[in-house]
């Protein structure tokens, strides 16, 4: 996701970060290293060098920073970033079970009623369209159940 626009708040102590999909808020105190009274903000911008997937920051000091927009969406919760590091995980760990079975693609493809095409798509950690359904099916085959629980943030 790029970044459009970012903009320091000096009111707020945080940054205004805009993308596509709306404008986030990034505190100041998340930053390494950290405007304050003593060292101010000098400088903001949106990183080209980063693909504007970062902005950098430089504070009166001449210490340097950039935040990638990953730590943006974390911060703020984001459902779609969140949903994608699940899933990145559970193929992770799909793929780390299917490895260790010492069962062939072509075995784990013929349980899932599937081609070993798309078992590789499946197993794919970059791969956010697949199937849930098809990814805890292989996970099963491996041996492991998904447990949800509740790990609510500290506000």
Same mark, same amino acid.
């Given at each position: 996701?790029?970044?459009?626009?970012?903009?320091?708040? &000096?009111?707020?102590?945080?940054?205004?970060?805009?993308?596509?999909?709306?404008?986030?808020?990034?505190?100041?105190?998340?930053? @390494?290293?950290?405007?304050?009274?003593?060292?101010?903000?000098?400088? /903001?911008? /949106?990183?080209? @060098?980063?693909?504007?997937?970062?902005?950098?920051?430089?504070? @009166? &000091?001449?210490?340097?920073? +950039? /935040?990638?927009?990953?730590?943006?969406?974390?911060?703020? &919760?984001?459902?779609?970033?969140?949903?994608?590091?699940?899933?990145?995980?559970?193929?992770?760990?799909?793929?780390?079970?299917? &490895?260790?079975?010492?069962?062939?693609?072509?075995?784990?493809?013929?349980?899932?009623?599937?081609?070993?095409?798309?078992?590789?798509?499946?197993?794919?950690?970059?791969?956010?369209?697949? +199937?849930?359904?098809?990814?805890?099916?292989?996970?099963?085959?491996?041996?492991?159940?998904?447990?949800? +629980?509740?790990?609510?943030?500290?506000?």
């Amino acid at each position: 996701m790029k970044i459009t626009k970012v903009v320091a708040d &000096s009111r707020k102590h945080a940054f205004a970060v805009t993308t596509r999909k709306g404008t986030f808020g990034f505190p100041f105190k998340r930053c @390494e290293p950290s405007p304050g009274p003593h060292d101010r903000l000098a400088h /903001v911008y /949106v990183d080209p @060098e980063l693909g504007r997937e970062a902005f950098t920051y430089q504070l @009166e &000091s001449g210490a340097e920073g +950039s /935040v990638h927009i990953d730590s943006v969406l974390d911060i703020n &919760s984001d459902p779609d970033y969140l949903a994608r590091l699940e899933l990145y995980q559970l193929t992770l760990e799909a793929k780390r079970r299917m &490895s260790s079975s010492g069962l062939t693609a072509r075995t784990v493809a013929a349980k899932l009623g599937t081609s070993p095409a798309q078992l590789y798509r499946l197993l794919d950690p970059t791969n956010y369209n697949k +199937s849930a359904r098809q990814l805890l099916a292989l996970l099963a085959i491996g041996g492991a159940t998904v447990t949800v +629980s509740d790990t609510r943030r500290p506000a």
